[in-house]
């Protein structure tokens, strides 16, 4: 029901003067430390240049400090464009009042459905695509047989001696995302293979890296790097073009052919424009990359917390029957400590628009960056009695009345569960751009996991949890290394 402007004593931004406070006596102003740029020069130079991530410099900026005093937000100038930090996982705006991503996003990514606005109807159609696929739990627990096998396979060519939990992740997950069928099936040369090719590794290990810099950081220099993805995608689609042909139709590749009109062909392939070659390079990354980075610091969190350790080994036992599983509690609680997203990200209004705070209403004007520090709100101490500890107990706590032992973890990732935010560049209102391949990238994991530690003694070293420098994906200072050792002889010959 509206309410009349007065009732609400509804407050307006006041002129863009940078040496007022935009949203004085209602949200906390951090005016930097230069009076004409605010905080854009310090926060390139501290990100760029110094390699900080981003959500510590919000930290050792004072911004978040000022918006602790300030119910969760704080205003600051980043350069000539007002900005709003949050530092929680509330949801204030609404999706259609905000700028897709960042500007550069669409030469990042081209057609790619994050690329568009949410009005923009190919976007539900390319979103679809994808949901149907990686969004549906019938459709995950039909290949779940393939996914064990295809992981026992490859722990099976493990060596035996230590590997970087890092490059071991990478390889594992692209590896089984190859192979599933009715995913990408590029069986004839595998992403793995790939990742270890001169010619294309450092664009497929590094390109949502890149991509990253010039998103979370602001750094356009990054943007050189893309344009290396289109002879990969190219090179990927005819090197693996009779398996891709024959594949099931639920394949993101042939789907992705069939939005465009386009019959697969090799000379559809050779023809492939920029936009259309980035976009699907986007989707075929996504959906090993970034899992394979959430594992690294599921494993890593496991490996560093003795007792949870424990528990997982004993629910990696086929005979357990326990729900929720540890082993998924353990896979949630790692996305909100670590995850694959960026650890600070921005959108920008396109339009005023008016939020609440602290009981009242603020028009946030046009052409305001909105910046969600992802890695302090998922550390809410309001919400997570330890917020820096790895305890699955957190995850239990999040349960709802309506939430079953079975169906915790699926719940979570529903669009309308803000608790845990690694899915999204900030939460919006029904967060319709909650990642749609969120599902299949948590149920993976936790297979993987049963599979590790239900056929292999696990030991491990050298791991540091801090964040690394230089990098704009959220990755731990030091991945450590793993030792497996087969728990049973007969386990060398499952695969």
């Known amino acids: 029901m509206p309410h009349s402007a007065s009732s609400l004593n509804r407050l307006r931004a006041r002129p863009m003067n940078k040496q007022c406070p935009p949203f004085a006596g209602l949200i906390a102003h951090h005016p930097g430390p230069c009076p004409v740029r605010g905080h854009g020069d310090e926060f390139h130079i501290a990100t760029s240049v110094q390699g900080l991530p981003a959500t510590e410099y919000f930290k050792v900026s004072g911004i978040r400090h000022c918006a602790e005093q300030s119910g969760g937000l704080c205003s600051f100038w980043m350069g000539e464009q007002l900005a709003l930090y949050q530092m929680d996982n509330r949801a204030l705006f609404n999706d ?67 590997m970087c939990m890092e490059k071991l992740t990478l390889l594992w997950v692209s590896q089984v995302d190859s192979y599933l069928p009715g995913i990408l099936d590029c069986t004839i040369k595998s992403l793995d293979q790939y990742l270890q090719d001169d010619q294309f590794r450092d664009v497929v290990s590094g390109f949502f890296e890149q991509a990253s810099k010039v998103i979370s950081h602001d750094d356009r220099l990054a943007l050189e790097q893309h344009e290396a993805l289109k002879p990969f995608i190219k090179d990927l689609l005819l090197t693996n073009f009779d ?166 973890c699926t719940s979570l990732l529903a669009r309308n569960r803000y608790d845990i ?58 991945p450590g290394v793993l030792t497996l050792r087969p728990k049973h002889c007969g386990d060398q010959s499952d695969g």
């Open 243 to 408: 398996a891709i042909e024959k594949a099931p139709l639920t394949n993101l590749i042939l789907g992705h052919f069939a939005l465009w009109a386009l019959p697969f062909t090799r000379k559809n392939i050779e023809n492939l424009s920029t936009e259309r070659a980035l976009e699907i390079g986007t989707i075929i990354i996504a959906t090993y990359d970034t899992t394979a980075l959430s594992l690294l610091w599921s494993l890593a969190y496991i490996e560093t917390s003795a007792q949870v350790k424990r528990e997982v080994l004993l629910a990696a036992s086929d005979s357990c029957t326990q729900a929720p599983n540890v082993i998924d509690l353990a896979v949630m609680e790692a996305l909100r400590l670590g995850g694959s997203n960026p650890t600070a990200l921005w959108r920008r209004t396109l339009k005023p628009c008016e939020i609440e705070h602290a009981g009242q209403r603020v028009l946030v004007p046009e052409d305001t960056q909105l910046w969600l520090d992802r890695w302090q709100a998922n550390r809410d101490p309001h919400i997570f009695t330890q917020p820096e500890a790895f305890d699955v107990t957190h995850i239990l706590a999040l349960q709802k009345k309506d939430d079953t032992a079975h169906t915790l």
């Open 96 to 162: 259609e009042d905000l700028a897709p991503s960042t500007d550069a996003n669409h030469e990042l990514f081209g057609g790619f459905l994050g690329s568009l606005h949410i009005s923009d109807p190919l976007r539900s159609q390319k979103r679809r695509a994808v949901e149907h696929v990686l969004g549906s739990q019938r459709f995950i627990d039909s290949i779940k047989d393939d996914i064990r096998r295809l992981a026992a396979v490859f722990l099976y060519q493990c060596p035996r001696t230590p």
């Open 421 to 478: 935010n690694s899915f999204s560049m900030l939460n919006t209102r029904r967060n319709p751009r909650k990642c749609p391949g969120r599902l299949f990238s948590v149920n993976i994991q936790g297979l993987l996991l049963r599979e590790l530690y239900g056929r292999y003694e696990v030991s491990s070293e050298g791991i540091d949890l801090s964040l690394r420098r230089h990098c704009a994906m959220p990755k731990p200072a030091q």
